[in-house]
């Protein structure tokens, strides 16, 4: 592998060890003291990755970060943040500032290079897809917060990549503090902030796949904007055009709607082909599901797309499913169980349970619903090289069937 690098630090013997460590492995390394001369040599050498001190005088790294994100030419170069700043504050600072990774010193040059690898080929992993995808578009929703929608769009996504080892793309439209990219541990670093402004004409598929971020899974994440304030620029009519843009480019497309009916939320609505609607077993989120259903109704949506999850967030009480299910005059397709440890540990550490724990009872449940809600074409035939995740789906199914008999 082999690339340019541009190393920003103040500290020459830094920037000799991160030189020596990355230019054994054949990468071209240019090197900057400061951060405005390090901002300069980015704009002017375009390097296929950065790599910034936090520490600087005249500018800090978080600054130069922040500005190179700003900057239309440099806004998609990846940023490797290398400080003693440690602290899961300086952290998170890093990320808000746009940085796409973090390393502490003293690093070791082994984990410096596997670092810098890991940034290069998601660089490179980020073309356009030329097959007609014909992509199923999934929509995750509830009137009330707090019953699970991001948990459970998150879990959708990754089984759904993990089972077709196709990317799938992760849409939130959580436009105000969205959480999908902190649930899979990903940086801020791309989103719909990059969009927000654009003219309609000019949201284009090279544009749109230049702000996915990755995950090792395979899921890819349209991102709510850390930057609240580029919200009002977002239109229905922008959301149309990049759902129609990754339908036509990715196999399946998921949904994590907020909870309300604003231009945004509609658009995303209006283009699924499957609803699931998310309540919990308490009679003001089923108040709150019989007004979706309502809405849904008014806005023509087929019965036959719904789906109701029912996510059990209580420890203990809740009201009787069979209640529930003649209050909506519709029958739950399926029910999440109180798994409050496992939920916080996958947001804590950033790895869906589907993911981190797959062959746990709740990682088999979401992989399970993953492949109800696949396409027709794939549940009828299988893969060629098939997933560890469809063996493991098959096999729950065969064991299912043979107790029936």
Request: proline share 6%; with cysteine; charged share 20%.
């Amino acid at each position: 592998m082999s690339g340019r690098i541009l190393a920003v630090d103040d500290d020459l013997m830094n920037l000799k060890l991160v030189s020596a460590a990355l230019g054994r492995e054949g990468f071209e390394i240019v090197t900057a003291t400061d951060g405005k001369e390090g901002y300069q040599k980015a704009e002017e050498l375009l390097p296929d990755l950065i790599i910034l001190d936090v520490m600087m005088p005249e500018m800090d790294g978080y600054q130069v970060c922040s500005q190179l994100r700003k900057n239309p030419k440099t806004a998609n170069i990846p940023v490797m943040m290398l400080t003693s700043l440690s602290s899961v504050e300086q952290k998170i600072k890093g990320f808000d500032a746009g940085a796409d990774d973090y390393l502490a010193k003293p690093f070791v040059p082994d984990e410096l290079i596997a670092h810098v690898r890991a940034l290069m080929r998601r660089k490179v992993s980020t073309g356009e897809p030329t097959v007609e995808a014909n992509g199923k578009v999934i929509a995750v929703f509830s009137l009330r917060g707090g019953v699970g929608v991001s948990t459970l769009a998150c879990n959708l996504a990754c089984g759904l990549a993990l089972l077709w080892d196709q990317p799938t793309v992760l849409v939130d439209l959580v436009l105000v503090s969205g959480q999908s990219a902190l649930m899979f541990n990903l940086p801020y670093s791309r989103s719909w902030g990059n969009l927000a402004r654009m003219p309609l004409e000019e949201i284009e598929p090279l544009v749109v796949n230049d702000v996915l971020l990755q995950h090792t899974s395979g899921v890819r994440i349209l991102a709510s904007s850390p930057q609240p304030e580029l919200n009002e620029y977002l239109t229905g009519e922008k959301v149309t055009q990049v759902l129609g843009i990754l339908t036509r480019q990715y196999p399946y497309i998921v949904l994590d709607l907020p909870h309300d009916f604003q231009e945004t939320t509609l658009a995303g609505l209006d283009a699924s082909h499957e609803i699931i609607l998310v309540l919990a077993p308490d009679l003001a989120t089923v108040r709150t599901t019989v007004c979706a259903l309502n809405v849904f109704e008014n806005l023509r949506y087929p019965k036959e797309i719904i789906r109701l999850v029912q996510n059990w967030i209580f420890p203990k009480g809740g009201l009787p499913r069979a209640d529930i299910e003649k209050a909506l005059g519709r029958t739950i397709d399926l029910q999440i169980p109180y798994a409050s440890e496992q939920i916080v540990k996958a947001i804590n550490v950033g790895a869906p349970p589907v993911y981190l724990e797959a062959q746990s009872p709740l990682g088999a449940l979401f992989e399970d619903f993953a492949f109800l809600l696949s396409k027709d074409s794939h549940k009828k035939t299988k893969p060629q090289s098939p997933t560890q995740a469809w063996l493991r789906v098959v096999q729950r199914f065969q064991q299912r069937q043979a107790k029936k008999s």
